[in-house]
Structure formats: structure tokens, C-alpha cells
């Protein structure tokens, strides 16, 4: 017995037929659903016929489950009554596979003998009478119920003699790789397909009357055509002579279209409307009585699978339900697409638009509709550009992504609705319109695919990160990257430190890192900008917010110096995407600065020298104060020191006067990520930026060391000394090239009086210092590598062109796992 891959199978026998040992012989055991077994679930007796509605209504839910996953479903029930298969073929024309009937034929003797032997069966014979007496009279009714398949096995011995084989379905070509060139609606056009496919690199064989009959390309690519090939052209039997041939050849694959379908009703003697070019088709076919196309067009099939699933060819393309599927609602889809009911103004229907909605990993490749040019919308595109109506035959090669088109050399055919333009994009390229995006694409509980693994958010931390985005975020169109957080080195066990540069280097000696970007850190706070050539742009937060209520002119500014660096043809992009700081910390954190930070200082100033006096008059009262006077007096001065540390990274500023910007990643840019590139490449650029407008931009200070060198490590560390000393906040560490998904991208190594403002003003002290070198730095690297990761897959799909929801699905998990209780001094 020959079986698809994919079907319900009902098993329909008398009790004691041998249904289980059929099923247990032919089938996996996770592929078996036996309503005995679902009875002792929710019974705790596989004989309560009481529960059989309740067993009954779990097996069919857990059956859909299966069936909806794609996989093969075996129900081993008596199934002998009409109302039990009906409920089996309706799940299975729910989930669009085919219902397929086994049916066990055992004479009602053997079946009652073999009953009899069960000490777990306590009814009489009038029952197995009673099932076998439906059985005879289901069985010639099985297809009429609509099983697609019926197979009797007739007797024992048939039984243990027989065989199951399991078959992939027609539209099951994974195992073809490819590479393809998919080519749109033909429609006739013979003239154009012959220059699209020379153009592609095909060679054309000819016929003696020179008629091409095949064609193949020298490489081993395979076309593949989307359907219509007939209707509206001037040369319909050319087009199928030349397609007939490649696919005898296997040198091409073609999916029927609604003219395919139309035209094969037609040559069948049925009764259709003759319209749409069908009137000439036919004509044409007339005059060439030596081309028999009906084989051909009977065995077209609805779609194709291909690459693995990776790719799926449909004529008017396929939600991802339906893709290797086998059913009639699949093939009116793949055929004819969907509407919405309505009709236009020009009295065609309005097709419903599933590829907004697509969130398939499958690219779906698709035409019937024409388009004046083949455009991307989520990981689908429709390559029908309308060459029988004076537009163009479109090919698009994969997995280059490669479009490949020839002009029509006239218009054949009067199109009733005229090629809409193209709709006009707001945002670069490889963003699209805030539509693409859907709410399920980021709540509850997800994993997904990175460059160093599955990363899994939790449903709570999705929804945290929702309330920031769903209120306070720019538009998620531009919203392509977050930056990770950043863990800091180890920490220090030398004398008076928490951090140090000896550790953070060790850290990056044992991870195999041979050289070290020692890299100035900015204190200012975290900015991304994307900006574009035509000077538009956006600026936001680490958590997504716009930066400024009006970022045009500071993005005028960048967009001014991007262009005097020479970046836009040197990167060949329109567009760039850049990871800074913005100084001073105050023009973003003032409010944060005054409540927190200079509140603290304020009281201080008031309560120290207060306390301080109290003390004095105490001791002059001959009252023994003890150590407090110098406690203190150390006090005092670790306020001093807190308070010259955040009034450092403040001052005035008016507009973009006052204001810094200090670059140090340029992200991506057209079809690019750049985040991958080595250190020094990022920094000579922005070294660029800065020659360009030295009063915007700040030259981010570096140093290369080795971190197995003690001398280069020594280096280091005064280097990063003098920073500090000179108030600045510190340095960030990172491998000088990439150094793969387990080495942190990045570790900072602030200052030591800088600390003040994170660990509080007397961190230094022995006692407290000595307590914060028990802090755990696990969590928080674990959580930057896991960031890291989803931003790198984020550009990884922006600079290859998907779906914007795919990369905004991977920057709002970053904000998501932001969430997550980490020590935020850390």
C-alpha cells in the first residue's frame, strides 16, 4: 500500500480485526492514536465505553495538533460507523491533508475468536456483530465519504502479508536544491521568453522547423515557471511546445495558473466562458494539430516545495497553512489567490493582501497579479510583470535573489486595470511600512535563530518591553538595532580598585584574544542613528525612544558630514546605520542628574559640615566622639569627589551648540553589516567624520595591545590611568577582529573615582570595597552575549533585505531581555 507522507489514516475494522497490531507494525508509535489509550486518560479504564465522547473529543484535539505541525496521524479506532469517519475526514480537510481509509476485512468468527482470548473484554458477541454488520455496509461507501484513498485488506492472511509504503507528495521537492530561475506569467510571449532565457544563460534547442523545443543551461540551473503561460500573446503553442520540453527534459518545473487550468477545461470539451485571451489560445492551438498539451496541463500541479522548504513556488502564491499541502481550498489558493469580496472600479475583484501578513520562512515566489515591478513584500515576491501587457517577463534567480528582465516588444493585450506605479518608500530600501508589522510577532514566550544559537525570551520580559515600545518607541520601521548591554571585566584584586585594565585584558588572554582594541569611553548617553542621503533620519535610545523631540537638525548635521567623508559611494549605500554617544550626559540625563545625583550631593553639603560642627562642640565639651570626626571628614571628602565626578560630564547647551557626538560604530549600510568588521575600520571612519565637522563629532582616543604582553598590558594601564585621572569615565575592551558568538563583543573598565556615581561616594572604603568584590558578573555576560547575538542576526537580515518584522522581532527580544534582574550598577 502506497500512502502520502502526509494524511490522516482511519483504520476501520471489527474489534479483534488486529487494528493495534497493524498499527504497531507499520506506523511509529507517536504516529498511533488509539481511542483505547485516550479512554484510560481521562478514565482509567480503556473499556469505560462512558468515556468514549470525552476520549474521543482529545484524540481528534491532539490529532489537529499533529496534522497542523505537518505530520502523519494514524487513528486506531473501530471506526465502522458513518458519524465517527465523517468527524476524521472533516479534521483532515480542516488541516488540508488527505483522509485515507485502511480497512481490515476479518471474517466475524475469527474477530469474536480472537476477542474471547482478551480477559480485558467483557462484552458478547451481539457486539462484534452488531460493529461487523456496519463495516459490510461502510465499505463500499468510503470514497463517497470522501477518503481519498480506501485500501481493504481482506483476511489474516492479507493482513500480515501486506505492506505500507509511505509517498511523498507531488508538490514535495525538497530534495531539489537548485539553483533556480523562477520566471513570471508568460501569457503567450514566446519572442520574450527566448530572449530571458538566453539572457539567463540558457541554451535553446530547436526543432527542424526551428521552432524551440528546450531548452538547458550549461551550469545545471532548473527554470521554474509560476503558470500562465498561455492566453493574451501572440504565440501560446510556442510557449508550451518550449516549456513541454524543458520539463520533459528536467531541465524546468511548472505550476499551473488559472489559464492552465481554464485552457485544459476547455480542450476537455467542458463548458467555460471564452475570455481573457482563452478565444485566441485556442485558435492558435487550432492551427498546430501536432501539439497534444492536454497531458501536460493535466499533470500541473497546484505548487512546489523546494530547497529543503525554503522555497515555495506557487501560480498566485500561498500562506504558509497551505504550503505542502494537498486539498481543494490549497489549490484554489495557489491558483487564483484570495479576495476580499469587493470589487474595483474597474469591475475586477480586489485580491486580499496575504503577503502583508505572511511570517513564513519559506520564500514564496508567485505571479497572476501584475505588477509594473517585481517588489519584495515580507520573504514574498510576485514576479508577474505584466510583459503581455507592454511591461516586462521577469525572472528572479535564487538564492542570489537576482532579478533578471526583458522589455515586452509590444503591447499585446489591453490590461483592464493599468500597472499601478510602484508605491513610493519613505524609509531606505531594507525598511518597509509600519503595516508590515503585527503584535504577534513579539509577544509571549519566544526563541529564535541567532548566529550563536537559539535565544529564548521569556513571555514577561516580551511584555514589559512592549509597554516601551508600544508607547514611548520611535516607529519600528526604523527601529533595526538596540545596543547590548555591556558587561565590565572581572573584577580587580589590585589595591584600591574594582575595576582594572590588568584583569580586563587577562579576561581577553584567555579567551585566545591576540590583540585588544583599547577604546576611550564616552560619558554621555547611548544613541543609534539611521540616517539617509536625502537628509532624513531618526536618533533613539538604548531602549528606543526618540532622543530629541526634533532630531532633524542634528541629523541634517551628520547627514552634511556623512557626505563630506565620502561614506555614501565608498559604502555605496543611500543610507547608514551608527552606534555613538551623545555628550553631555546632561543634555539627555539632567532630570536623572538633578534628582539622584545632585540631590545626594545637596544634602550632603547641608547635613557633613552641620554634623562636622556638632562633633567639634561635643569635643570641646570634653565629650569623647571618638573615631567620628574622621569618618567623618572622609565623608566629606568622598562627597567632594562624587560631586566633581557628574558635574564633569555637564554643561550648557542651546540646540546643537555645546552639543558632542562621538561615534564609534558605522552599523550597516545598504545590503551590509558592518558589525563584524575589525575595530580599526570603524574608528578610521569615524575619524573621518570628525575631520568633517570637528566641532560635532569627538574623536573616540585608542590603543592596540596584546593582552599576553606584559608590556602592552603595562601600556594599557597608564594609558587608561591618564584618562581616568583627567575625568574621564574609562574604557571599553574589545577584540580588535571578531572573535566568534562566546567572547564578549565588549567589556568596559570604568574608573576608579567614576565608580563613585554607580557604587556611591564611599565605595573606596576597605569594608565596602571588599563586600563589592563578591559581585556575580555571571548573569549580566551571559545576558550581553545573548544581546549581542539577536543585534548581530537583526543587521544579518536587514543587510540581506527580509522581512522588517523579522529584524524588529530580533531588536524588541533585545529590549525584552533587558528585563531580565541584573544588578544595574553592573
Known sequence: ??????????????????????????????????????????????????????AFDALHYVAGKRLRAGRLT????????????????????????????????????????RTQARPDRDFGRPVVARQHR?????????????????????????????????????????????????????????????????????????????????????SGRTAVFVGDLVDRGPDSPGVLRLVMGMVAAGTAL????????????????????????????????????????????????????????????????????????????????????????ETDE??????????????????????????????????????????????????????????????????????VRPLAPASPLSLPSSLSLPDAFDLADVIGRRSLETPAGRVTVAA??????????????????????????????????????????????????????????????????????????????????????????????????????????GLWDELGSDWLLLDAEVLPWSAKAEPLIRDQYASVAAAAGAVLPAGRAALAAAAARGIDTGDLAGRLAMRETAIGKFTDVYRRYCWPTDGLSGLRLAPFHVLAAEGANHARRPHEWHLALVDRLVEADPELFATTRRLVADPADPAAVAAATRWWLDLTEAGGEGMVLKPAADAGPRVQPALKCRGREYLRIIYGPDYTEPDRLTALRNRALGRKRGLALREQALGLAALDLLAIGSQPWRVHQLVFAVLACESEPVDPRL
Not at 475586477?348 to 508567485?366: D, F, K, N, S, T
Not at 591576540?514 to 536618533?539: F, W, Y
Open 134 to 218: 456496519d463495516l459490510r455496509r461502510s465499505l463500499r461507501g468510503l470514497a463517497r465519504e470522501g477518503f481519498r484513498q480506501v485500501h481493504v485488506l481482506r483476511g489474516p492472511e492479507e493482513i500480515a502479508a501486506a505492506t505500507v509504503e509511505l509517498e511523498p507528495l507531488f508538490n514535495n521537492r525538497r530534495e531539489l536544491t537548485g539553483p533556480f530561475d523562477i520566471i513570471g506569467d508568460v501569457h503567450g510571449c514566446r519572442a520574450e521568453l527566448e530572449v530571458l532565457l538566453d539572457r539567463l544563460g540558457y541554451v535553446l534547442s530547436r526543432d527542424s522547423l526551428g521552432r524551440p523545443v528546450g531548452a538547458a543551461h550549461p
Open 460 to 565: 514577561e520580559n516580551a511584555a514589559a518591553a512592549l509597554e516601551v515600545m508600544s508607547r514611548f518607541a520611535v516607529d519600528p520601521s526604523w527601529l533595526v538595532w538596540l545596543p547590548p548591554t555591556m558587561a565590565p571585566a572581572s573584577t580587580s584584586v589590585q589595591e584600591g580598585y574594582l575595576e582594572h585594565p590588568v584583569e580586563a585584558l587577562v579576561d581577553y588572554a584567555r579567551a585566545g584574544v591576540p590583540l585588544v582594541v583599547c577604546q576611550e569611553k564616552h560619558m554621555g548617553s547611548r544613541a543609534v542613528l539611521n540616517v539617509r542621503r536625502d537628509g532624513t533620519g531618526a536618533i533613539w535610545t538604548r531602549t528606543g525612544r526618540p532622543f530629541f523631540p526634533d532630531a532633524a537638525p542634528l541629523v541634517s548635521r551628520v547627514v552634511a558630514a556623512v557626505d563630506a567623508a
Open 346 to 415: 474597474y469591475g475586477l475583484p480586489v485580491r486580499y493582501p496575504w503577503a502583508q501578513e505572511y511570517r513564513g520562512r519559506a520564500m514564496v515566489v508567485y505571479g497572476h497579479t501584475p505588477t509594473p515591478a517585481a517588489e519584495w513584500v515580507n520573504n514574498t515576491i510576485c514576479v508577474d510583470t505584466g510583459c503581455v501587457f507592454g511591461g516586462s517577463l521577469t525572472a528572479l534567480r535564487y538564492p542570489s535573489r537576482e532579478l533578471v528582465s526583458v522589455p515586452a516588444a509590444r503591447e499585446y493585450y489591453a490590461p
Open 254 to 341: 511548472c505550476v499551473s495558473g488559472n489559464h492552465e487550468a481554464k485552457l485544459l477545461r476547455a480542450l476537455r470539451g467542458a463548458r467555460v466562458t471564452v475570455s481573457h485571451g482563452l478565444d485566441a489560445t485556442l485558435e492558435q492551438l487550432a492551427a498546430v494539430p501536432d501539439l497534444d498539451a492536454v497531458p501536460f496541463l493535466d499533470g500541473l500541479i497546484s505548487h512546489y516545495v523546494l530547497d529543503g522548504g525554503r522555497l515555495v513556488v506557487a501560480h498566485a502564491g500561498l500562506k504558509e497553512a497551505y504550503h505542502g499541502r494537498a486539498s481543494g481550498r490549497v489549490r484554489s489558493f495557489a491558483l487564483y489567490g484570495d479576495t476580499t469580496g
Open 74 to 113: 494514524v487513528v486506531d479506532a473501530t471506526n465502522v460507523q458513518a458519524h465517527a469517519r465523517q468527524g476524521l475526514v472533516a479534521l483532515a480537510r480542516e488541516h488540508d491533508v488527505l483522509p485515507v481509509a485502511i480497512v481490515l476485512d476479518v471474517p466475524e468468527d475469527e474477530c469474536w475468536a
Open 1 to 54: 500500500m502506497k500512502i502520502p507522507e502526509l494524511c490522516l489514516v482511519a483504520l476501520v475494522g471489527v474489534t479483534g480485526s488486529g487494528k493495534s497490531t497493524f498499527a504497531r507494525r507499520h506506523f511509529a508509535p507517536t504516529q498511533v492514536l488509539s481511542s483505547d489509550a485516550f479512554r484510560a486518560l481521562v478514565a482509567d479504564d480503556e473499556n469505560d465505553q462512558s468515556a468514549s465522547g470525552d
